[in-house]
T-cell receptor, first 112, second 111 residues
Framework: DAEITQSPRHKITETGRQVTLACHQT?????MFWYRQDLGHGLRLIHY???????NKGEVSDGYSVSRSNTEDLPLTLESAASSQTSVYFC???????????FGAGTRLSVL | GQQVMQIPQYQHVQEGEDFTTYCNSS?????IQWYKQRPGGHPVFLIQ?????EVKKQKRLTFQFGEAKKNSSLHITATQTTDVGTYFC???????????FGTGTRLQVTL
């Protein structure tokens, strides 16, 4: 069965360190998304991609970057982790740009 | 930019009571989707509505899309403890070319 997996599931890091969160999907979807979820803010879009070599900024992109070198993967990098980036991060993919999204299980990141 | 608001933010009901969450967009939508996230879990797609005034049912859940395609609602009849979780709407607008998620409504159901 096709799936979308995130790793690691939990991560603790220190302020200033670079962190990369992995997202891998076997749906063969062109569209992939990264969200962060914080209490009271719902799901906020960080970056998204509509295909290989395509990346776009979402509403909360400062301090984050993504790259899309193949269809299956969209890693999210925190260039210099800050305490404000402590959150739960979800990756998602969809077949069409406004189509239903399949979410990964999430990564809980703590920046100390 | 497009904004999607949901009310209420939180609701606590007794098992057997009904529950409704409302979703309002600042712009006209091409489609609206609803997701459910169980505590500690990830959002899972429930349904999509695309037509003005559309109503869809899934067992005890009734979903509506407003006539102006700017609002939607999810109604649960006779809630059960299995309904516990956060319900998100997500709206798509053609010019935005991506979904915008609402702020979510957290439902707590007690016996």
């Amino acid at each position: 069965d096709a799936e979308i997996t995130q790793s690691p599931r939990h991560k603790i890091t220190e302020t200033g360190r670079q962190v990369t969160l992995a997202c891998h999907q076997t749906w063969n979807h062109n569209n992939m998304f990264w969200y962060r979820q914080d209490l009271g803010h719902g799901l906020r879009l960080i970056h998204y991609s509509y295909g290989v070599q395509d990346t776009n900024k979402g509403e909360v992109s400062d301090g984050y970057s993504v790259s899309r070198s193949n269809t299956e993967d969209l890693p999210l990098t925190l260039e210099s982790a800050a305490s404000s980036q402590t959150s739960v991060y979800f990756c998602a993919s969809s077949e069409s740009t406004l189509g239903l999204q399949y979410f990964g299980a999430g990564t809980r990141l703590s920046v100390l | 930019g497009q904004q999607v608001m949901q009310i209420p933010q939180y609701q606590h009901v007794q098992e057997g009571e009904d529950f409704t969450t409302y979703c309002n967009s600042s712009t006209t939508l091409s489609n609206i989707q609803w997701y459910k996230q169980r505590p500690g879990g990830h959002p899972v797609f429930l349904i999509q509505l695309v037509k003005s005034g559309e109503v869809k049912k899934q067992k005890r859940l009734t979903f509506q899309f407003g006539e102006a395609k700017k609002n939607s609602s999810l109604h649960i009849t006779a809630t059960q403890t299995t309904d516990v979780g956060t319900y998100f709407c997500a709206g798509g607008a053609g010019t935005a070319s991506k979904l915008t998620f609402g702020t979510g409504t957290r439902l707590q159901v007690t016996l």
